[in-house]
T-cell receptor, first 111, second 116 residues
Framework: EDQVTQSPEALRLQEGESSSLNCSYTVSGLRGLFWYRQDPGKGPEFLFTLYSAGEEKEKERLKATLTKKESFLHITAPKPEDSATYLCAVQAYFGNEKLTFGTGTRLTIIP | DAEITQSPRHKITETGRQVTLACHQT?????MFWYRQDLGHGLRLIHY???????NKGEVSDGYSVSRSNTEDLPLTLESAASSQTSVYFCASSAPRLAGAYNEQFFGPGTRLTVL
């Protein structure tokens, strides 16, 4: 059974204080690892897809990296508007196209 | 711009009533999904569809049904609502995997359902 574990559950940072969020996964053949951002009362918003170990993708202050067992979402010099819950999900290579999600990391950036 | 919409955004109903949640997408995606989101569980798949007349059960499908009569819509029906079905429901859509390297799912804004 595919499984995704995210840590920490919650993270509070001062504005400008860089950090990383972790996503550990087990999947029967990784097709893709997805990062989403979710604001309160809204649906998840797609950020990145990573397909193979060693791959990195960047968007503004966010950079996602992937190894064979985990992914990191690095946040550099965050701003208050980066406050959100960040969700990680995996899609298996074989079988249906569903995503298996972790429970998310709730990030708060304090001005 | 293409989008995915859900209605209603909020719904309160009573135990035992039938409830239908609407999902409409203008991406022209073949794949559509219904998830529920609960504290401590993350997003869990209820049902999904790969195209018109195709429906499949997800991991938490008991008490729910879907039908797909066109590409744009995948309504979710709770046959007899139960308090355990109080949750936030999200609809999502994606292009078929064969269409290219990227088949990320795009999500709607959600429906908050309360069953009393």
């Amino acid at each position: 059974e595919d499984q995704v574990t995210q840590s920490p559950e919650a993270l509070r940072l001062q504005e400008g204080e860089s950090s990383s969020l972790n996503c550990s996964y087990t999947v029967s053949g990784l097709r893709g690892l997805f990062w989403y951002r979710q604001d309160p009362g809204k649906g998840p918003e797609f950020l990145f897809t990573l397909y193979s170990a060693g791959e990195e993708k960047e968007k503004e202050r966010l950079k996602a990296t992937l190894t064979k067992k985990e992914s990191f979402l690095h946040i550099t010099a965050p701003k208050p508007e980066d406050s959100a819950t960040y969700l990680c999900a995996v899609q298996a290579y074989f079988g249906n196209e569903k995503l298996t999600f972790g429970t998310g990391t709730r990030l708060t950036i304090i001005p | 711009d293409a989008e995915i919409t859900q209605s209603p955004r909020h719904k309160i109903t009573e135990t035992g009533r039938q409830v239908t949640l609407a999902c409409h997408q203008t991406w022209n995606h073949n794949n559509m999904f219904w998830y529920r989101q609960d504290l401590g569980h993350g997003l869990r798949l209820i049902h999904y569809s790969y195209g018109v007349q195709d429906t499949n059960k997800g991991e938490v499908s008991d008490g729910y049904s879907v039908s797909r009569s066109n590409t744009e819509d995948l309504p979710l029906t709770l046959e007899s609502a139960a308090s355990s079905q109080t949750s936030v429901y999200f609809c999502a859509s994606s292009a078929p995997r064969l269409a290219g390297a990227y088949n990320e799912q795009f999500f709607g804004p959600g429906t908050r359902l309360t069953v009393l």
